[in-house]
């Protein structure tokens, strides 16, 4: 079973399937769909939104599954060596190798196995293309445009091992700020309006909303990161216009909307402010019994208890509790997402498999008994 996991793990690792590269998103969906071809009893739908692909395959013609398992084919960017499939021991080092590769394999294979049993559960695999620039063309779409609903959802993305299952994650919003000048010679800086200049004293106000209260055992709290800045042509020039791009992660005591109305404020009418992404936090109960049924398959199968646990990436789940659809997040043993070093441990490839086939199989079989 792990060598079939790593074998579709690899194929899509060589699919460089980064935003920019609309041919590869397309080819990489392309791909699934044949991976699906000659499996019978399956539906298969095939999406575009503003340029994004999408799929979604079902054992039943349906836009309500029981149960959604949830992927994203899309990387974020890296070097073209990454693209290659690298193992040193057990692990296996590659853009994609856990975000999320090797889960969309795991997703791919629960599907078809369970498609083959006589009596295949109300299942679905929806794969988009844009959760790593925001999700607006993958899973909202599909959720709040087309319609699909679910009990439960399965989103492996997220989470550093089988055990750790996410139930709530910081919101994020992502913002550009924008301040504009009069340009002029640097030597007389009285007769222009220097831009860069409003844009600092702008962040260096937005910035006393988050005081640096995160560290790595204790990061529940709002925070910012100033990731991109530009602005200026020369240094003898004053410079007419300049932005910055801003990566805010706050938790659940305040909405997106809310936070953005505080910020805009702060700046005061001199600086623009423009959302480009929004997700408010996601949460799910941990006693919905879904999530129990799931947590009681990862102790059967490992061993030793689930853990419950907060996290501060986001991920498309929040389409899905914003609508109070429970999810269940959580994946192999991984790590270093979005860094040159993500890497995956093989060897959890197949209890992470097992525990989401467990959960399936227990789940029908519940939803069967209440049916009769
Ligand atoms: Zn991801």
Redesign the pocket.
């Known amino acids: 079973m792990k060598d079939v996991i790593l074998h579709i793990t690899e194929d899509l690792v060589r699919i460089k399937t980064t935003a920019d590269r609309p041919d590869e998103l397309n080819r990489c969906v392309d791909f699934v769909e044949q991976f699906f071809q000659g499996t019978e009893g399956l539906f298969i739908n095939r999406y575009t939104c503003a340029g994004k692909p999408a799929v979604v395959i079902s054992t039943q013609e349906t836009f309500t599954p029981d149960i959604l398992l949830v992927g994203?084919i899309d990387v974020v960017p890296a070097p073209d060596e990454l693209f290659e499939p690298r193992y040193e021991g057990t692990k296996l080092f590659a853009r994609g190798s856990c975000?999320?590769k090797s889960e969309c394999a795991v997703l791919m294979l629960l599907l078809k196995e369970f498609a083959q049993q006589s009596h295949p559960p109300s299942l679905a695999l929806m794969l988009t293309s844009d959760?790593?620039i925001g999700g607006l063309n993958g899973v909202n779409y599909l959720v709040n445009e087309v319609g699909y609903r679910c009990k439960i959802a399965l989103i492996p993305?997220g989470g550093q091992s089988p055990d750790d299952i996410v139930l709530q994650n910081k919101g994020v919003l992502l913002l550009r700020m924008t301040a504009k000048g009069k340009t002029g010679h640097g030597s007389r800086p009285w007769l222009g309006e220097n831009a860069i200049e409003k844009l600092l004293s702008a962040y260096a106000r937005v910035r006393t909303l988050f005081p640096n209260q995160a560290t790595a055992t204790d990061f529940w709290y709002h925070t910012l990161n100033i990731g991109m800045i530009s602005g200026g042509e020369a240094a003898n020039q004053i410079p007419g216009s300049a932005s910055c791009d801003l990566d805010i992660r706050f938790t659940p005591d305040v909405t997106a909307q809310a936070l953005l109305e505080q910020i805009t404020a702060c700046v005061g009418n001199e600086v623009c402010v423009e959302m480009r992404v929004n997700g408010d936090p996601i949460f799910t109960d941990p006693q919905d019994p879904f999530v129990q049924l799931y947590a009681s398959c990862v102790e059967e199968n490992l061993g030793t208890p689930a853990t419950f646990n907060k996290h501060c990436g986001s991920?498309d789940g929040r389409f899905f509790t914003s609508l109070g659809i429970p999810i269940i997040v959580s994946r192999p043993t991984s790590g270093d997402q979005h860094s040159p070093h993500e890497w995956l441990e093989t060897e959890s490839l197949v209890d992470f498999y097992e525990i989401c086939f467990a959960f399936i199989q227990k789940f029908n079989l519940n939803i069967e008994s209440e049916k009769t």
Request: charged share 55%; net charge negative; no cysteine.
């Open positions: 994203h975000d999320m959760e790593e993305d991920n």
